[in-house]
Nanobody, 119 residues
Framework: QVQLVESGGGLVQAGGSLRLSCAASGRIFSISAMGWYRQAPGKQRELVAGIIGGGRINYGDSVKGRFTISRDNARNTVYLEMNSLKPEDTAVYYC?????????????WGQGTQVTVSS
């Protein structure tokens, strides 16, 4: 019904940068919110950054000042610019979207993209 496809993960050294992208497609009427979560081995999934349709943004405390989320509404795409990466940012990063489809509202997840930061 709705697919979220992430890209941009990979291996980077500490202090480096990566940019993640997530494109939503399918029977989309509107998207009220998009965001990024991450899950490290043995830890719970946590919010990294979220952006609501009106432009309100929030960040997880551990990434404030280093990560920037942005959204292209025309392309149903959300981006995450990650700078000054640390080894503790290593995780699988998941895209999430709160979508109104032609069949009703739903919460959708991407398949995840691995980000590994080496020290």
């Amino acid at each position: 019904q709705v697919q979220l496809v992430e890209s941009g993960g990979g291996l980077v050294q500490a202090g480096g940068s990566l940019r993640l992208s997530c494109a939503a497609s399918g029977r989309i009427f509107s998207i009220s919110a998009m965001g990024w979560y991450r899950q490290a081995p043995g830890k719970q999934r946590e919010l990294v950054a979220g952006i609501i349709g009106g432009g309100r943004i929030n960040y997880g405390d551990s990434v404030k000042g280093r990560f920037t989320i942005s959204r292209d509404n025309a392309r149903n795409t959300v981006y995450l610019e990650m700078n000054s990466l640390k080894p503790e940012d290593t995780a699988v990063y998941y895209c999430n979207a709160d979508v109104m489809t032609y069949g009703g509202r739903g919460d959708f997840w991407g398949q995840g993209t691995q980000v590994t930061v080496s020290s």
